[in-house]
């Protein structure tokens, strides 16, 4: 691999992170919008309100930059990165397209890439104790338990694709994957995406963020660019949990003609998720916290013990 | 790579973590040293199992091992820290010293007429400081 | 420390060990931060840092696999664990007020008190008697020992996880019985009696 590839697969990386974003917030205004009913911004950009996502990134930049008199300043200034680069890094791993689609292919995958999701909530956590303010110590709080709880059944039904494969690495995965692998890894896929969504603090899972008891959670202190990067953490945790979700239990680049169009199919797969992600805020109410909690204690890890089962029985079966 | 470089580290995260332990008051700072200084033992089974070329690889597998084990351990030590934070409203090691010998919470002065000290801290279940204790000494 | 004097070896470094003291420094810091910061949270930021680095290090040392497996329990459960300890024990949310204020050196001075103990020099002479102790035991006798990084990845996961369930099963399972145990364990400890309070 000479240095003109890697810059090139680096910039595409950073490119990807650019965009993909950006797109999922614009698609969220929109979608959100035509749900509920009306239009949706449509000024900005002239067609269809396409550029108001730079619009507001404009406005959240030339907002003042605030740190609370009782923050803890270092941690608080911190907080927003340590949430967005995580995701960045993730990206690295996951395969678009067949043979060698992928940035860098990591031996252990799987563990690459959960474990740096978890180092993002850090974040969350850094930004809810050093704003000094109870609402967003409560947030911070509700956040770490509800990492602590959907931690676990994620890992299991991650645990499950890498048994039937016998491999931990993502593009090892997509390579012996077949098309029944859908039903048979199907409870595993939905409690993957769930907890990934509950880990983004999505709604329904989105009580470490609930407006209506603690204002913003770990957020309510941020204001400008700082939140603007919290923003964009999430939706690029979006993107980032869609991809993997379509690569472990979609089977990312298959399709047809995978050879040739390959990154069309992960790219489809991804955006038909993150559609789902957005769809399902705007059609369910927010868990509440004791809720949150025993969704993942007594459904989704049972669920996703169940499909190691499964999994672990049809692998000595067959 | 000279064996000696991961040997020197984990030898002084060992001593950083050893230090964390002995010079911490809150409960939970203590954990993370003892964490430091798990981290250190882990560094040298991994480096002297890459070093042995060890055909059962069973420095890594103790280190897989002892990372388990002291998640268990975060574990059990934290609940154990908040039931005592709820029932003292303290997390200072410092001040959890109702179980010691009754030497007497009045210092060393005297070790036989200290029957009565030995039952105040006793009864001392309040989140108040109660009776400060001569053992905690500010620095 | 690491200029074992007249050893040829150690004054042509290479790549990998340069960078391996580079990060191995970083880590020191990073512990001894977290080791006296008068910050509670602080130090487990700190302590993120360090472990960090240690998974950097078993990297350099071709142990992917518990790098891994270092970032995915240590970073992401127990610092979180840490937190939500210290943000439970009510770690003092940074001193309200401003450095001009009068009673910022008495707030400072409590959350020192707060943080270390009255043994703290014992605690040093302790520490850095150990170290003289084990870094020049460690250095006499591995002077000249050389890892070879170069034939094989020592720690891939496919060589761990034949390790682990080849050699190392029974152990596996009896830790199993022991993680459950601990699970049980802290739910007993943090469940509360009916009527009141413990």
Redesign the interface.
């Known amino acids: 691999m000479d240095a003109l590839d890697v810059t090139a697969r680096i910039a595409a990386v950073l490119l990807a992170f650019l965009i993909l974003p950006l797109l999922v917030g614009q698609t969220e205004h929109k979608v959100m919008a035509h749900m509920q009913g009306r239009v949706g911004p449509m000024y900005a950009g002239g067609f269809h309100g396409w550029a108001q996502l730079v619009a507001d990134g404009v406005k959240f930049a030339q907002k003042e930059d605030i740190v609370p008199?009782?923050?803890?300043r270092r941690?608080f200034q911190l907080a927003p990165a340590v949430a967005l680069i995580p995701y960045m890094l993730v990206l690295v791993a996951i395969p678009v397209a067949p043979d060698g689609g992928v940035v860098h292919a990591?031996?252990?995958g799987i563990?690459?890439v959960?474990?740096?999701m978890?180092?993002g909530?850090?974040g969350s956590?850094?930004g809810g104790?050093?704003s000094?303010n109870k609402f967003s110590?409560l947030g911070?709080?509700r956040t770490?338990?509800q990492?602590?709880a959907y931690?676990l059944p994620m890992?299991l039904s991650a645990a499950s694709v890498a048994m039937a494969a016998g491999?931990?690495?993502l593009p090892g995965i997509l390579g012996v994957w077949e098309w029944w692998w859908l039903p048979w890894q199907l409870i595993g896929a939905v409690v993957f995406f769930t907890a990934g969504l509950a880990e983004l603090q999505r709604p329904p899972f989105d009580a470490p963020v609930a407006d209506s008891e603690i204002i913003f959670g770990a957020y309510t202190e941020y204001t400008g660019l700082r939140f603007a990067l919290f923003l964009l953490a999430e939706y690029a945790g979006i993107v980032v949990l869609s991809a993997l979700t379509s690569v472990l239990f979609l089977g990312g680049w298959h399709g047809p003609f995978a050879g040739s169009v390959g990154w069309v199919w992960t790219l489809l797969k991804t955006g038909v998720l993150a559609f789902g992600v957005i769809w399902l805020r705007v059609s369910y109410p927010r868990l509440r916290e004791d809720q949150v909690q025993r969704l993942a204690w007594t459904t989704l890890v049972p669920l996703a013990l169940l499909q190691i089962a499964l999994t672990g029985v049809v692998k000595v079966v067959m | 790579m000279h064996l000696a470089y991961p040997a020197v580290l984990a030898a002084l995260l060992f001593c950083v973590g050893l230090y964390g332990v002995l010079a911490r008051r809150n409960v939970i700072l203590v954990l993370m040293s003892v964490e430091l200084m798990l981290n250190a033992v882990n560094l040298n089974l991994v480096a002297f199992d890459v070093w042995l070329r060890d055909a059962l690889h069973a420095g890594q597998a103790l280190t897989l091992f002892v990372i388990a084990i002291a998640a268990a351990e975060i574990g059990i030590g934290l609940a154990i820290v908040l039931l005592v934070y709820r029932n003292r409203g303290s997390s200072d090691i410092d001040r959890l010293r109702d179980l010691r010998e009754s030497e007497g919470p009045q210092g060393g002065s005297g070790g036989g007429s200290s029957d009565e000290a030995s039952v105040t801290p006793a009864t001392d279940n309040g989140p108040g400081p109660g009776p400060d204790p001569a053992g905690r000494q500010h620095a | 420390m690491n200029l074992a004097a007249g050893h040829p070896g150690f004054l042509s470094p290479t790549g990998v060990e340069i960078v391996f003291v580079l990060v191995g420094l970083a880590t020191l810091g990073a512990a001894l931060v977290t080791v006296t910061t008068k910050r509670l949270v602080h130090a487990a930021l700190w302590l993120v840092a360090a472990l960090g680095g240690v998974a950097v290090e078993y990297l350099l040392l071709t142990a992917e696999f518990i790098a891994w497996v270092q970032v995915l329990i240590y970073v992401g459960s127990v610092v979180v664990l840490l937190l939500f300890g210290l943000m439970l024990t009510k770690a003092p949310i940074v001193p309200p007020i401003t450095r001009d204020d009068p009673s910022y050196a008495e707030v400072r001075a409590q959350a020192t008190a707060d943080a270390d103990s009255g043994n703290r020099w014992i605690a040093l002479a302790v520490a850095l008697a150990a170290a003289a102790t084990l870094v020049t035991v460690v250095v006499d006798a591995f002077r000249s020992t050389w890892i070879d990084l170069d034939e094989s990845v020592a720690g891939s996961a496919k060589v761990t996880g034949v390790a682990l369930f080849r050699h190392w099963v029974l152990p596996f399972e009896a830790l199993s019985v022991l993680l459950l145990a601990a699970l049980v364990g802290a739910i007993v400890l943090s469940k509360r009696r009916k009527g009141g309070e413990r």
């Open positions: 008199a009782g923050a803890d941690v990591i031996d252990a563990f690459f959960l474990a740096v978890g180092v909530v850090l956590l850094m104790w050093a000094a110590l911070g709080l770490a338990a990492l602590m931690e890992l491999t931990l690495s």
